[in-house]
Every structure is written in C-alpha cells, then in structure tokens.
T-cell receptor, first 115, second 115 residues
Framework: EPEVTQTPSHQVTQMGQEVILRCVPISNHLYFYWYRQILGQKVEFLVSFYNNEISEKSEIFDDQFSVERPDGSNFTLKIRSTKLEDSAMYFC?????????????FGDGTRLSIL | AQKITQTQPGMFVQEKEAVTLDCTYDTSDPSYGLFWYKQPSSGEMIFLIYQGSYDQQNATEGRYSLNFQKARKSANLVISASQLGDSAMYFCAMRGRNRDDKIIFGKGTRLHILP
C-alpha cells in the first residue's frame, strides 16, 4: 500500500539554526499538510497546501515557517531560525482529490529536538 | 469553530473484551467528516476509520466500528475482541466540509490492553 514517507526520522538541531523537514506524499495525492505534536499533547494543524500554494495556515505557522513543493514528489517544511519550543514531532499528511471521504494519510513523523 | 472532546484520558481493558472510546464534537458545518487515528508508542499515526456526516450507516472496518449518533454529536469508536497490540493512543478527529480542510484532533485516549 502506498505511504507517506518522511525524512529524517529524528533531527537534532541547535537553537537558531535552520531546519528542513522532508516529505514524499502519496504519488496521486493533491492535498498536503503539516501538523505538529508537542510531546504529550494533541496533534495541531500547521499548514495545508494545494495547487502549489498555501490554502490555510494556523497561528503557529508564523514567518519562521515556510513550505515548498520543489518538484513533483517532495513537500518540505522549513523552519528558518529554530526555537526551543519548536521541539515536537512533525507529521506530513496527504489526501486524494476523490472521493471526498478520503482520509489524510500521515507519515511516520520527524522528531525534531532543539538544543 | 470546530471542537473535538475526548473525555477519557486513559482506559484499562482486559484482552478479548470490547472497548468503547468516547468522542463528542461540535461544528456548525452541515457537512463534515469524522476520523479515528491510532498512535502506537513508536509515534506514527495510523488511520482506522471514517464516518461522513451524511452517511446513513455506521462505518465498520474489521474489528473497528464507529457508533455515530448525529443528534448527540458523538462518534464513539468500538473495538471488538481487543488484542494486546491495540494498546496505543487513540485520537478522534474531524474535518470540515471541504476536501482540503485541515483535521482537528481531540486530546486522545490512551488505551492499555491487559493480558
């Protein structure tokens, strides 16, 4: 069964450094998302992406965050200058265009640790 | 605004028994989708089951069924014949009327299956 792939599985970064989290969504999917889950808390929406542009973003997704689909397969989340509170599990998700009851399929996540 | 409420932070259930995980929701959208995801200790998010707001029948997927009571705005997950491998965090989630809408998650219920 096709799946969403995220790399790396764990990223350790010094505070203030830039980090790029990578995702390969399921190949025929058209909608892409990033979510994050701070340890022990619920999953929070960051951003959705469709037709090469952001369709919605949350208040968490400030100017330090950006997303990109540089080619036909990758979908990346960049954090420009990381803060301690960015430490979390980051999930990429994708969903198909049809039918409307398609779930969002999640990757296994990237655990980001900011030192 | 949409909201998901899971009132059971943790549950202990004997192996082979059925278990019901509670979920209530609030939305003003006439059309919406409800999901359940499983998160094992390894961290990945696994889609379990989907219920559309206009679906006439309750969704079932193998040992999982969704007890959808629209008037009560509840979408409880029922796991029949529980297994040790069912021990995990379970999240109830909702998506709005549009296919590219974000998913909002409840706080989750941690299920422990006892041998």
């Amino acid at each position: 069964e096709p799946e969403v792939t995220q790399t790396p599985s764990h990223q350790v970064t010094q505070m203030g450094q830039e980090v790029i989290l990578r995702c390969v969504p399921i190949s025929n999917h058209l909608y892409f998302y990033w979510y994050r889950q701070i340890l022990g808390q619920k999953v929070e929406f960051l951003v959705s992406f469709y037709n090469n542009e952001i369709s919605e973003k949350s208040e968490i997704f400030d100017d330090q965050f950006s997303v990109e689909r540089p080619d036909g397969s990758n979908f990346t989340l960049k954090i420009r200058s990381t803060k301690l509170e960015d430490s979390a599990m980051y999930f990429c998700a994708s969903s198909a265009a049809q039918p409307s009851n398609q779930p969002q399929h999640f990757g296994d996540g990237t655990r980001l640790s900011i030192l | 605004a949409q909201k998901i409420t899971q009132t059971q932070p943790g549950m202990f259930v004997q192996e082979k028994e059925a278990v019901t995980l509670d979920c209530t929701y609030d939305t003003s959208d006439p059309s919406y989708g409800l999901f359940w995801y499983k998160q094992p200790s390894s961290g990945e998010m696994i889609f379990l089951i989907y219920q559309g707001s206009y679906d006439q029948q309750n969704a079932t997927e193998g040992r999982y069924s969704l007890n959808f009571q629209k008037a009560r705005k509840s979408a409880n997950l029922v796991i029949s014949a529980s297994q040790l491998g069912d021990s995990a965090m379970y999240f109830c989630a909702m998506r709005g009327r549009n296919r590219d809408d974000k998913i909002i998650f409840g706080k989750g219920t941690r299920l422990h299956i006892l041998p």
